[in-house]
């Protein structure tokens, strides 16, 4: 299994970024996706998920109505679409499966928000 993010970069506040996490490894339309993020200093957050078909999504309360995820699933690749950046959304972004039991994780890419 292997995912690898990218989208990353610096971002003044009220930006938009679109992360990306292409992965391979295994039958990517079949499982739930997930992208969180770490700060430094703070523990690592969920930030959204998406079901294997993508009608379901779910959001942390602090990306709510600012992020949306998405999936592609003949591409294998899951989005993470961030409008109205703030500086509090600086953080290390990683997508997640959970597969035959194990968590399988991105390098993760660096969202940086600062004027």
């Known amino acids: 299994v292997q995912l690898a993010e990218s989208g990353g970069g610096l971002v003044q506040p009220g930006g938009s970024l679109r992360l990306s996490c292409a992965a391979s490894?295994?039958?990517?339309?079949?499982?739930?996706m997930n992208w969180y993020r770490q700060a430094p200093g703070k523990e690592r957050e969920l930030v959204a998920d998406?079901?294997?078909?993508?009608?379901?999504?779910n959001y942390a309360d602090s990306v709510k109505g600012r992020f949306t995820i998405s999936r592609d699933n003949a591409k294998n690749t899951v989005y993470l679409q961030m409008n109205s950046l703030k500086p509090e959304d600086t953080a290390v972004y990683s997508c997640?499966?959970?597969?035959?039991?194990?968590?399988?994780w991105g390098q993760g890419t660096q969202v940086t928000v600062s004027s």
């Open positions: 490894g295994f039958t990517f339309s079949r499982y739930l």
């Open positions: 998406i079901s294997n078909g993508g009608e379901t999504t």
């Open positions: 997640l499966v959970h597969y035959l039991g194990y968590n399988y």
